[in-house]
């Protein structure tokens, strides 16, 4: 029993070289540039803040919807390039490598930057709505409902002290709106100066010559490809069996909003695994991706994309909750406002505890279902 | 098929007369009378507002433990009477059980007031503690944590936003213990009252009337007994039938903080439905102590045990909401008390919520191990 660990990957059933790794490199290049030149088509670079009439469509530095695609399919093609050149690392040339890597990342992390407080916004102008049970959408004014739930009419104090919280829905609403608009529109000319920079033309240059030829190191051994990915499994199944997930398949263990009135502004620490199992699945489905391909008929685990997810639900929960909390530090407003942004902080932290149950189910069945 | 209901109780396997109600209805009303002897003997109504000291024991009209208790099987024992004579109704002097059944409610309502209050409070203390990791209970200044939840120190920024919300949370604990406790202390005046009321003394003749001689109403059936408990027990089953049970069987619905931020101060209209089934439930537990037994060797469905207990946690976690909500309508507050008051009300209804499921599961047990 001298070898601990039989690898079943040195025999694989379909022997994969690093010729698969280059195949995947060229045509997410070949995709980055696409998109980036479909982006240029469409008026990417037209510049000025984003009206609200495009809010939800996701986009970056936007014109029309097909440079909010195009934008997505930039980000998509950095994070897979970025993420293989992590997880094969040893298979690549070491140099381009190192300077490639955080090159992307600056890139699909600034470009990514003013769909995420689009989304954040949404996300939590759609939740103030189902909390108050009524239209809280920008530029309506929130009407106070006429008749009380119990359906018959009201005391006229009552009727005083309804108004007062309608008005607290609304006044948060508006405040995350204008909060997170800033913070877009600055996300929005950041992504612009990015696009226009000679830092950016280099990136692009890069990718131009990846999507001719992949430098890979000399002498990589064959079977190299498929034990790098199962390492990269292998950190992921680490980091999950690191998770409290016993406690987050209890439902309603009230775990995530433990310190919820702890005056952390910053996404709960706790938050912090869970975030780093976000990527390193990510990175997992990207190995699997080089070794099976991206096709129709690559094979695909339903219950890991599910577990996938679950976690970008908890990401986004997270900071929507950490969003709202911040907005309640904001100097001079209503106890109602407050009061709202206190509710809707809770109902986002239950979101990502809700996210966590999730991920634990799909992953047990994931699991329970493995070779 | 023309008989659709074959009714198993109609031949019961150990034959129950009216015997066996008279006979509950006698010790539950010697219990009563031992109740007020001992909560007399132990100093019950000695008056003045009720100690700090004494919080969480549960009392109405304290002055010891012993006169705490008392009280509550004062309670306890009305209870049972009230809830036997609405369900066996048929069976007793109607004129007599008319006359009884709301002087019983009186009592036993307005006795356990002041313990509902009670109990509120704590439990909303123990939630804002959970929820800020520091204690806030009365007497105690909440200490700002001195290391972040990183671990590391902070930037003095953060620390002055953090003492900022540590404090909203301690003045939001300070507020429900002003509010709760002078609720408090009107329903123990209003129980002190009550229980040196001419009115009571007329209610405690009654009992000890019924202690010795039950008024059964002339020629009942000998099977009604059962039939009436029967019909206790549809009447709950009906009920529960009309719950929205599939929901509460799916964690994290959502549902009972839908309208969270609706301004109606009551307790929601959605929990309505779900409070009737609580009183249907210990209304069948009644009928089937009159049946069965109350002593040691009485069965016990411990899941129905158990669904009732959640029905409890689900009421006090509704009023424990409105309670928050309520608090955050105080005029004059600061917003970050308003905000904590927020996460409060939700992380209550999220008990709401959490006691659904609770129940859903207990009962799908229940009554998969029904006959």
Same mark, same amino acid.
Do not use: C
């Given at each position: 029993?001298?070898?601990?660990?039989?690898?079943?990957?040195?025999?694989?059933?379909?022997?994969?070289?690093?010729?698969?790794?280059?195949?995947?490199?060229?045509?997410?290049?070949?995709?980055?540039?696409?998109?980036?030149?479909?982006?240029?088509?469409?008026?990417?670079?037209?510049?000025?803040?984003?009206?609200?009439?495009?809010?939800?469509?996701?986009?970056?530095?936007?014109?029309?919807?097909?440079?909010?695609?195009?934008?997505?399919?930039?980000?998509?093609?950095?994070?897979?390039?970025?993420?293989?050149?992590?997880?094969?690392?040893?298979?690549?040339?070491?140099?381009?490598?190192?300077?490639?890597?955080?090159? =992307? *990342?600056?890139?699909?992390? +600034?470009?990514? %930057?003013?769909?995420?407080?689009? /989304?954040?916004? &949404? @996300? $939590?102008?759609? !939740?103030?709505?189902?909390?108050?049970?009524?239209?809280?959408?920008?530029?309506?004014?929130?009407?106070?409902?006429?008749?009380?739930?119990?359906?018959?009419?009201?005391?006229?104090?009552?009727?005083?002290?309804?108004?007062?919280?309608?008005?607290?829905?609304?006044?948060?609403?508006?405040?995350?709106?204008?909060?997170?608009?800033?913070?877009?529109?600055?996300?929005?000319?950041?992504?612009?100066?990015?696009?226009?920079?000679?830092?950016?033309?280099?990136?692009?240059?890069?990718?131009?010559?990846?999507?001719?030829?992949?430098? =890979? *190191?000399?002498?990589?051994? +064959?079977?190299? %490809?498929?034990?790098?990915?199962? /390492?990269?499994? &292998? @950190? $992921?199944?680490? !980091?999950?069996?690191?998770?409290?997930?016993?406690?987050?398949?209890?439902?309603?263990?009230?775990?995530?909003?433990?310190?919820?009135?702890?005056?952390?502004?910053?996404?709960?620490?706790?938050?912090?695994?869970?975030?780093?199992?976000?990527?390193?699945?990510?990175?997992?489905?990207?190995?699997?991706?080089?070794?099976?391909?991206?096709?129709?008929?690559?094979?695909?685990?339903?219950?890991?994309?599910?577990?996938?997810?679950?976690?970008?639900?908890?990401?986004?929960?997270?900071?929507?909750?950490?969003?709202?909390?911040?907005?309640?530090?904001?100097?001079?407003? +209503?106890?109602?406002?407050?009061?709202?942004?206190?509710?809707?902080?809770?109902?986002?932290?239950?979101?990502?505890?809700?996210?966590?149950?999730?991920?634990?189910?799909?992953?047990?069945?994931?699991?329970?279902?493995?070779?």
């Amino acid at each position: 029993m001298a070898q601990r660990h039989p690898d079943p990957t040195d025999t694989p059933a379909v022997p994969v070289t690093g010729d698969a790794l280059a195949g995947y490199l060229r045509a997410r290049a070949t995709e980055f540039l696409r998109a980036l030149r479909l982006h240029r088509e469409t008026g990417g670079q037209s510049g000025g803040a984003p009206a609200r009439a495009r809010a939800g469509a996701g986009g970056v530095v936007g014109g029309t919807e097909e440079s909010v695609d195009a934008a997505r399919a930039l980000r998509r093609s950095a994070r897979r390039i970025s993420g293989s050149l992590h997880t094969f690392r040893p298979l690549l040339d070491p140099d381009w490598s190192e300077e490639m890597r955080p090159e =992307l *990342a600056w890139l699909s992390g +600034t470009l990514g %930057l003013e769909h995420a407080y689009e /989304a954040r916004l &949404e @996300r $939590l102008l759609l !939740a103030l709505q189902r909390l108050s049970g009524a239209a809280v959408l920008p530029g309506r004014t929130a009407a106070p409902a006429a008749v009380g739930p119990g359906g018959g009419p009201d005391r006229p104090a009552a009727t005083a002290e309804r108004s007062a919280l309608t008005v607290g829905a609304a006044k948060a609403g508006a405040l995350l709106e204008r909060q997170l608009t800033l913070a877009r529109t600055r996300a929005h000319s950041t992504a612009l100066q990015a696009l226009g920079s000679s830092r950016f033309h280099a990136v692009a240059d890069k990718v131009a010559l990846l999507a001719s030829e992949v430098p =890979l *190191a000399p002498a990589a051994p +064959t079977t190299a %490809l498929h034990t790098l990915a199962r /390492a990269a499994e &292998e @950190r $992921l199944t680490d !980091a999950v069996a690191a998770l409290p997930l016993v406690t987050a398949g209890h439902p309603y263990n009230a775990e995530a909003l433990v310190h919820g009135l702890s005056p952390e502004p910053s996404p709960h620490p706790q938050d912090g695994p869970w975030h780093q199992v976000r990527l390193l699945l990510r990175l997992h489905r990207y190995a699997h991706e080089v070794l099976h391909g991206t096709g129709t008929a690559a094979p695909v685990d339903l219950r890991l994309l599910t577990a996938g997810q679950a976690l970008n639900r908890h990401r986004d929960a997270s900071e929507a909750a950490a969003a709202a909390a911040q907005a309640a530090r904001t100097p001079r407003i +209503t106890p109602a406002t407050a009061y709202a942004l206190g509710v809707l902080h809770a109902d986002q932290r239950h979101e990502v505890e809700a996210s966590r149950f999730t991920f634990q189910q799909a992953w047990q069945k994931h699991t329970a279902n493995a070779p």
